[in-house]
């Protein structure tokens, strides 16, 4: 659903169920709202490979902060208000979007200038 829980098949016992699979957990971030930087935290249950990206309120990509491997546990990235090119955004709400295989998790979160 993108909030939380992803759910995939899987085969126990040759029987077929349904079975919530959470590889990522908790994703935040302080301060919120912030000024000029925020810190993003979510933690792996497992070594995946992820992309931690930020998008505006339009839907449009505004920059990747992470693209690959990370291992199992916590993990911390920082944003600096600025866009892909380097350049300062807006005030306004922003989203950051966790995506993996089996992980699809979604924050928001406010610039206050």
């Known amino acids: 659903n993108g909030f939380g829980y992803t759910f995939v098949a ?7 169920a ?3 699979v959470m590889l990522a957990s908790n994703l935040r971030n302080a301060p919120n709202p912030f000024n000029p930087s925020t810190e993003i935290r979510f933690q792996l249950s497992v070594d995946s490979s ?7 309120a ?3 990509m505004v920059r990747t902060l992470h693209r690959g ?3 199992e546990g ?3 990235f ?4 600025k866009d892909q090119f380097g350049r ?3 005030s306004g709400t922003y989203f950051a979007r966790l995506h993996g295989q089996n992980i699809d998790l979604v924050k928001s979160m406010s610039l206050i200038k």
Do not use: C, H, K, M
């Open 10 to 16: 899987e085969d126990f016992d040759n029987t077929s």
């Open 18 to 20: 349904i079975a919530p």
């Open 50 to 56: 992820v992309e931690l990206t930020l998008y505006d």
């Open 58 to 60: 339009t839907g449009r």
């Open 69 to 71: 491997n990370l291992s």
């Open 74 to 76: 916590e993990q911390t």
């Open 78 to 81: 920082n944003w600096n208000g």
């Open 88 to 90: 300062s955004v807006s």
